[in-house]
């Protein structure tokens, strides 16, 4: 049977008694078997976010003369020194950065970049090279080597990213816990459940598929009973990504025992009329992490969250035709947290006066430092043997 076609009809059945007696230990994680309960949240902006539109060199001739129709202006911006300010649509952002809770993190990228949406993104999700393919993710990694359980990293959507995909166990993708729940106990399935057989599990492919199902079936279980015990009262936006945000407060508070959380707010390729499109797309993702961190803070799990955002590349420097920029490279990552040790502006602003061959930004900093200083000093794990080689690690916890 094909893969695709058998774990679309194979959803488990009701009734935690089906699950066969060599599978129930794997139901539920006690606290102490967990180092710490520091969380992170992996936010990406899909498309190409502009990141020269977001923390704007506002003092920087070149970004004027270089994006005549596009450059925002004083007045569109919020102050963080003389040479650097948010976006005015990052209110939220820019009040937690005063509170010392944002560290931004410049020219974030890596050699030979690609400036495909697709491979780029399977880039970032993997931590790979260029030149590299790899068919897990970093996160998926991290499930492989120091977690047992699935729900250990959730996606808070309706299908699985590449980074959270191990090569021995994936994560769960949720975007509604009732549903999952629901879905995995419908009466169809009793069957499956029933009769899996623990040699079933070491055949090959549907083997694979077994273990999968089972897992979900087992994970549902658990985020649904456990994210039962809190429901948030404070207010967040109406809209998609800060619904999916609202969800990841509920199992952090809950006590969901998740290390990762990753969810994604797309639209970001912004060729053609780029200024209203990104302004408000900005707007949506300050509004919401300024829910999130609300909601955290009040609940006292702020302390112990990492948010990261990152996008699959910048924007070019040179605005297009079409009052919008073309696919770039090197960008600015947001790193905010009740914990940061280096808040602020991380490093140096990116030089606009030497520029590489396509015109954008040149790194200075490979994006898997950033992930190697998570995973080391965050989650407190070998980051080389998730990232299968070292990376230089950063000071911003």
Excluded at 226 to 240: A, G, H, L, M
Excluded at 297 to 318: A, H, P, Q, Y
Excluded at 348 to 363: A, F, R, T, V, W
């Amino acid at each position: 049977m094909e893969r695709r076609d058998f774990l679309k009809q194979s959803v488990f059945a009701s009734g935690m008694a089906l699950i066969p007696s060599f599978l129930k230990g794997m139901e539920f994680l006690s606290p102490e078997q967990l180092s710490g309960y520091r969380n992170v949240i992996i936010i990406q902006l899909s498309g190409g976010n502009d990141g020269l539109n977001s923390m704007i060199p506002i003092s920087n001739d070149i970004y004027h003369s270089l994006r005549p129709s596009i450059a925002k202006k004083e007045a569109q911006t919020l102050t963080i020194t003389n040479d650097l300010a948010f976006n005015d649509n990052l209110k939220a952002i820019a009040a937690l950065y005063d509170l010392g809770e944002v560290s931004i993190i410049n020219n974030v990228g890596y050699p030979n970049p690609n400036r495909s949406h697709f491979r780029s993104t399977d880039i970032w999700q993997t931590a790979s090279d260029t030149n590299q393919y790899l068919h897990s993710g970093w996160v998926g990694r991290y499930l492989d080597t120091n977690c047992q359980y699935p729900y250990q990293a959730i996606e808070v959507d309706n299908a699985l990213s590449l980074a959270l995909k191990g090569k021995t166990m994936n994560g769960i993708a949720v975007s509604n816990p009732n549903q999952l729940y629901k879905t995995t106990r419908e009466p169809f399935f009793k069957g499956i459940i029933a009769n899996t057989k623990k040699e079933m599990l070491d055949e090959d492919n549907q083997g694979y598929l077994y273990k999968t199902m089972l897992e979900t079936y087992s994970s549902a279980s658990y985020i649904y009973e456990t994210s039962k015990i809190y429901k948030t009262t404070t207010e967040y936006p109406q809209n998609p990504f800060a619904r999916n945000l609202k969800t990841i407060a509920d199992f952090i508070i809950s006590g969901l025992k998740t290390r990762v959380y990753y969810s994604s707010l797309g639209g970001f390729d912004s060729h053609v009329n780029q200024l209203n499109s990104q302004d408000r797309l900005l707007r949506v993702y300050s509004e919401s992490v300024g829910a999130l961190v609300k909601d955290l803070k009040k609940n006292d799990r702020f302390k112990d969250t990492l948010i990261l955002t990152f996008s699959e590349f910048g924007r070019r420097v040179k605005q297009n035709g079409s009052r919008g920029t073309d696919h770039g490279a090197a960008n600015n990552v947001v790193v905010i947290g009740g914990s940061l040790k280096k808040a602020g502006i991380y490093n140096e602003l990116p030089n606009l006066s030497d520029l590489d061959d396509n015109g954008d930004i040149k790194y200075t900093i490979d994006f898997r430092s950033v992930y190697a200083t998570i995973l080391n000093s965050w989650l407190e794990v070998d980051d080389q043997k998730i990232l299968n080689t070292g990376f230089g690690k950063l000071e911003f916890i």
